[in-house]
T-cell receptor, first 111, second 112 residues
Framework: KAGVTQTPRYLIKTRGQQVTLSCSPI?????VSWYQQTPGQGLQFLFE???????NKGNFPGRFSGRQFSNSRSEMNVSTLELGDSALYLC??????????FGQGTRLTVV | QQQVKQSPQSLIVQKGGIPIINCAYE??????FPWYQQFPGKGPALLIA?????SEKKEGRFTISFNKSAKQFSLHIMDSQPGDSATYFC???????????FGKGTRLHILP
């Protein structure tokens, strides 16, 4: 079966702009989580959505937001981009109480 | 309290050697400890996972050792191969449904 699909794979944005990233989970998976990966901080949890509701949230500023649609696809939005937002953004999906499957990520570069 | 500390940051081992990666945690509420493997350009993939009621778990060449009293756990890779060269992350969560707290990662290189 198809894995977790993230689009786009690469993105270059300018400081102050906003960006939307997309994640299509594995079919049947209702939980979608987002993580930010940077060389200095490693993998950090952003938030998780389950059945269109945010179930868990990490310690990121309000500029980072997300949503989930009825088909379980999820989007993540970052407003007023800063240079420090440059990172690999990873999405993971899972069934209840099972392992998390990660997508390949979206590499965001802010210039 | 929510941190998972991982060491070393990088590791170079000869083919056939046994690299060991160590992790420590503080929060005793953690009860699920997965290890992830990440190759360049890919997302992390679950390698093996353990719960604190088990002291050791083996899957193929990969073994997790778990010391609940010391709040430490480690990954051993037996008969390591160049194809094992990747970044390894230890992690913890309060259950399989909760957010995953990752260690900072270990970049492993196996020399041919």
């Amino acid at each position: 079966k198809a894995g977790v699909t993230q689009t786009p794979r690469y993105l270059i944005k300018t400081r102050g702009q906003q960006v939307t990233l997309s994640c299509s989970p594995i079919s049947g998976h209702r939980s979608v989580s987002w993580y930010q990966q940077t060389p200095g901080q490693g993998l950090q949890f952003l938030f998780e959505y389950f059945s269109e509701t945010q179930r868990n949230k990490g310690n990121f500023p309000g500029r980072f937001s997300g949503r989930q649609f009825s088909n379980s696809r999820s989007e993540m939005n970052v407003s007023t981009l800063e240079l420090g937002d440059s990172a690999l953004y990873l999405c993971a999906s899972r069934l209840s109480n099972t392992e998390a499957f990660f997508g390949q990520g979206t590499r965001l570069t802010v210039v | 309290q929510q941190q998972v500390k991982q060491s070393p940051q990088s590791l170079i081992v000869q083919k056939g050697g046994i690299p060991i990666i160590n992790c420590a945690y503080e929060n005793t509420a953690f009860d699920y400890f997965p290890w992830y493997q990440q190759f360049p350009g890919k997302g992390p993939a679950l390698l093996i996972a353990i719960r604190p009621d088990v002291s050791e778990k083996k899957e193929g060449r990969f073994t997790i050792s778990f010391n609940k009293s010391a709040k430490q756990f480690s990954l051993h890779i037996m008969d390591s191969q160049p194809g094992d060269s990747a970044t390894y992350f230890c992690a913890a969560s309060m259950n399989r449904d909760d957010k995953i707290i990752f260690g900072k990662g270990t970049r492993l290189h196996i020399l041919p």
